[in-house]
């Protein structure tokens, strides 16, 4: 090749090479409009925002967001459903008002965010967890994002809602057809019922409901039951008149979405690399699923070979021939006439009066009927009786973990289901039950001879459990046992949460057995709060199992403070509390088991820290970020951790970290941004120091603690090893040396054979920003993550920080303790400090 040829050969390359990197962008600004020949992608290059024409075979254009590596294209969220773009003009850009709009090249406005916005400038972002975000250049705060608009589908950490104080709903609706992203006829949301219940409506129409939500699964949803992972959680009544239905991560999914379909179901996928795109439950799939198909009193039989209804026991079809011919709606209506209520009494049973008295008919297997009223009542007999004395009701049910629903009038949409179904108790004719006189007298003097044995004994035992529960209700190792809903966690305000104790109850033998007796072949660590076991239940799940220690510097009321915070706060990076346990002069919290126990038992151990590789540290800095936001910002309450720190971040079976022990926490109310205190308590290291000299606590003190936590991380030192260094006073000092010296990478572990560089020292400056010594001065975890992500790219310089409090030998000083260098799941160490 001659001289020619080269340069001619290396201009192509190099106006190639221009274009593809041209056609990428990371953000959107006035200056930097997204043209149809770009694409804008996340930071981690996960998802892909740009113009798409759906199946190429349509001359309409829309802009939306879909998988980056997914093929074939899958779209999850839409821009322009309302106004397609018609012609090759358009482009996606930051106007005069700071809105994200899509113009044309006349002017034409297709699509708009439509907020209040700064004049001054905005900036459109796509995040790694798909989120177009509009923020604002100069605060960084999020003047809007796309989940504010959701279209069909939901990925992980979305969700659907509503809240009657504020007016706002969250709604998804579907496309038009497969292939139109326009409007189409179905939406899905949260009903309004107690429980709530997943709903499809088309247009104005019911059109498929899920059943009741039991604190764990949708009871109408065979598939949640029969291997539960249904990837949806529902929160409700953290405040009144509000509903959530969230979206998270299928385990062993590389990506999961949950939408609702053109053809109006919901349908939860999954996506893995070597399979591509799988159903992991849909519903409805059978005709007779549809709302209202079968009628009054008449089943879908879901899983029979010809997708029919049928009528109750008791129960004839309305009309034999509509029935015959395939068209159910017409329902079901009594053989025979009740007994009670005949003589114009509708509140007492006949049998009161001489009557023949109606029974019920134990129908199991079922998705209970619509239109439940959820009784206050905590045992099965009492809610049985309830039903018996009024002749309203046709039927009852007793759910664990719900209580008692029963039913008035006639009974809609159920469904036989061969898994996960409930008992259904039907208010039936006497007749109707096959029972002769000759054998309700015999079942009379049975009983009466049954209880007469036993009167005394289930009276004492009654009694007994009455006392012990306190209207509450236990739970052993295998059930628990229901409770009152109304005045559950999950059903009031936080305000009005008098007793923040009624969550799931363990007895105390039930721990003694999962623990085998505290066996200390079973212990995980120690910690200033006391001891945590490993438990195993009797179905094989095994738990974290924290006994508070007599000796602990904490009381009944962190104990209290503990599980009322952490029962209301569902995020994937904190840790989960499964119940409870307050027996004798015991005090019990029973967590989710994380197999790779806390951070500290890597991070600080020689043999160990080399399987935290840069990689996973990374993802740890970010996820105990993100699960700070959710507590200061993001979460129904405003929670400031105040013991923020190695020991406290537990790690799953994949590294993901959890933030836990929430003993020490306050929650904010209102618009609050600052607290008191004159019990200063938390750990001598990360404690900032207007809340360590002054009692002065904040967001901005939880970022203090992240900070030390960041630095921590990235060097594999503890905060309180260099009160024996002679060469740094302690790892603050140490961090600004590194960080003057080499912008902080030479702070990285030893122990790590590889890193990037740009993200040791984007951390070690992120760590510094949060160390500073003024609270204003450092940054709020919404500008944090931001920073993590790399959506910020030139981060502020830090200060040097001149609050470089080491620790000193315990015998120097009677006001100040050291942690502990113990690995433990929950390890605690408290200070005291008593400002003057």
């Known amino acids: 090749m001659g001289k020619g040829g080269f340069f001619i050969w290396l201009f192509f390359v190099f106006n190639f090479c221009s274009f593809a990197y041209c056609a990428i962008v990371f953000n959107i600004t006035s200056s930097t409009p997204l043209s149809s020949s770009q694409t ?27 998988f980056k590596e997914v093929s074939p294209q899958t779209v999850v969220w839409v821009a322009n459903r309302a106004k397609p773009i018609t012609n090759s003009s358009a482009n996606l850009t930051i106007s005069s008002d700071g809105n994200l709009k899509i113009l044309d090249g006349e002017g034409n406005i297709f699509w708009s965010t439509n907020v209040s916005a700064s004049s001054n400038g905005s900036i459109a972002i796509l995040t790694d967890e798909g989120l177009l975000v509009l923020r604002d250049r100069i ?74 939500w039991d604190r764990s699964k949708f009871i109408g949803i065979p598939e949640m039951d029969a291997d539960y992972e249904s990837g949806l959680t529902v929160i409700d009544g953290i405040q009144p008149g509000t509903a959530y239905l969230s979206v998270s991560v299928l385990r062993n999914c590389t990506y999961s979405t949950f939408m609702v379909t053109s053809i109006g179901s919901l349908r939860f996928s999954c996506w893995l690399k070597e399979r591509g795109w799988y159903t992991r439950w849909e519903a409805p799939v059978a005709p007779c699923e549809v709302y209202g198909a079968c009628g009054t009193f008449g089943v879908c039989e879901r899983y029979a070979p010809n997708l029919t209804c049928k009528c109750l026991k008791g129960f004839v079809p309305k009309s034999v021939q509509e029935w015959n011919n395939g068209n159910w709606t017409g329902g079901c209506v009594r ?59 046709s039927g009852y049910a007793y759910v664990d973990a719900i209580g008692c629903l029963a039913w008035t009038g006639q009974l809609v949409d159920m469904h036989n289901l061969p898994l996960g179904g409930q008992d259904l108790y039907l208010r039936l004719a006497n007749s109707e039950l096959g029972n002769g006189e000759n054998k309700k007298k015999n079942k009379v003097i049975i009983s009466l001879v049954v209880i007469a044995s036993v009167a005394i004994i289930c009276a004492m035992i009654y009694g007994f459990i ?27 305000s936080p305000i009005e949460d008098k007793d923040p104790l009624e969550l799931p109850l363990f007895d105390f033998n039930s721990i003694l057995v999962a623990t085998n007796n505290f066996d200390t072949a079973n212990k995980l660590g120690q910690g200033g709060y006391g001891p945590v076991y490993k438990g195993t239940l009797p179905d094989g799940k095994n738990v974290a199992i924290k006994r508070l220690s007599t000796s602990s510097g904490q009381g009944i009321n962190e104990f209290k403070n503990e599980v009322k915070l952490i029962s209301k706060l569902q995020h994937r990076n904190l840790v989960k509390l499964i119940g409870c346990c307050i027996e004798r002069d015991e005090k019990i919290l029973m967590y989710e088991f994380m197999s790779n126990k806390s951070l500290d038992t890597y991070l600080f151990d020689s043999a160990k820290k080399a399987e935290l590789d840069w990689t996973k540290r990374f993802n740890i800095i970010t996820g105990v970020a993100r699960g700070l936001l959710y507590l200061h910002r993001d979460s129904c309450l405003r929670v400031i951790h105040r013991d923020l720190k190695v020991s406290n971040i537990l790690l799953d079976e994949k590294m993901n970290p959890k933030i836990s022990d929430f003993g020490l926490a306050r929650i904010f109310e209102g618009t609050q941004v600052l607290g008191s ?71 990285i572990d030893e122990a790590l054979a590889d890193s990037s560089a740009s993200e040791v020292s984007r951390c070690v400056n992120i760590g510094l920003l949060c160390v500073q010594d003024h609270a204003s001065e450092r940054p709020t975890m919404a500008s944090i993550v931001s920073m993590l992500s790399g959506e910020k790219t030139n981060l502020p310089e830090p200060k040097q920080p001149t609050f470089t409090f080491h620790n000193v030998p315990t015998s120097s000083s009677n006001a100040q303790s050291q942690s502990r260098s113990t690995c433990s799941v929950n390890n605690m160490t408290e200070t005291v400090i008593e400002p003057r």
Request: glycine share 10%; proline share 4%; charged share 20%.
């Open 466 to 492: 009455k006392l012990r529960t306190r209207k509450s209700f236990i739970t052993n190792a295998r059930n628990e046992s229901p409770r009152d809903s109304s005045h559950g966690f999950m059903w009031k």
């Open 139 to 212: 605060s960084g705060a999020t003047l809007w994002d796309s989940s504010r608009s959701l279209t069909d589908t939901l990925l992980p950490g979305r969700f659907l809602a509503y809240n009657d104080s504020s007016g706002e709903t969250l709604l998804a609706t579907s496309w038009k057809t497969e292939n139109d992203p326009t409007f189409g006829d179905f939406r899905a949301g949260v009903s309004r019922d107690t429980p709530p219940q997943a709903v499809i409506w088309k247009g104005s129409k019911l059109h498929w409901r899920s059943g009741p």
């Open 40 to 66: 804008l992608n996340s930071p981690r290059q996960i998802y892909e925002l740009g113009f798409f024409i759906p199946n190429n075979n349509s001359l309409n254009q829309f802009i939306g967001i879909w």
């Open 677 to 747: 205190t004159h019990k200063v308590v938390g750990t001598i290291g990360y404690m900032a120091p207007e809340y360590l000299l002054g009692g002065m606590f904040s967001e901005k003190s939880d970022v203090f603690g992240f900070g030390v936590l960041t630095l921590e991380i990235v060097s594999g030192r503890k905060a309180s090893s260099f009160q024996l260094d002679e060469h740094h006073l302690s790892l603050l000092a140490y961090a600004w040396r590194c960080w003057s010296k080499t912008r902080g990478v030479d702070m």
């Open 335 to 393: 053989r025979t006439e009740l007994s009670c209520g005949r003589n114009g009494n509708s509140t007492t049973n006949n049998a009161t009066q001489g009557g023949i008295q109606d029974g019920f008919l134990k129908l199991s297997g079922l998705r209970l009927p619509d239109f439940s009223e959820f009784l206050k009542v905590w045992d099965a007999n009492e809610c049985g009786l309830q039903c018996k004395n009024n002749c309203s009701c």
